[in-house]
């Protein structure tokens, strides 16, 4: 009767043990690796567009909101030359005002302009809009006016 390790000797080929991947493996697991990241990748990024589209809706809700509270303890909006500052300060002349209605200044928007805010407004009674990613007017997809209209 044999001994173990002879037995494991002799069923190895020329008595060598192969350890790792061979060069073509590799390659197979790399090209798929790049067709699932080329199929992957853009429907990602296509989110990613539309999640900043959604946090500007959100914003100009939320800023929305203030501008609505502000309203009613002065009776009306900040006028434009105020703009979105007179929500965390106070402006001068406004024994009325409770604020701040806002924690801290508005932020910019998801691409990092200040959103443009007019009173009165055009399109309402106050404008409060994102030109888009382009920061161009119109536009569309992404690159599309967010507004309060």
Known sequence: MKHRHELRRHERP????????????LLV????IGLLAGYVAPKYFS??????VKAAQAQIDSIEKALDQYRLDIGRYPATEQGLAALVTRPTN???????????????????????YKYPGERSEFDLYSFGKDG???GSGEAADITNW
């Open 14 to 25: 020329y008595g060598r043990t192969a350890y790792g991947f061979t060069l073509l493996e």
């Open 94 to 116: 406004e024994p009325k005002w409770q604020g701040p209605y806002l924690k801290k200044m508005a932020p910019p928007d998801p691409w990092g302009r200040p959103y443009v």
């Open 47 to 52: 989110q990613v567009g539309k999640s900043e």
């Open 29 to 32: 697991v790399m090209v798929i």
């Open 136 to 138: 161009q007017p119109s």
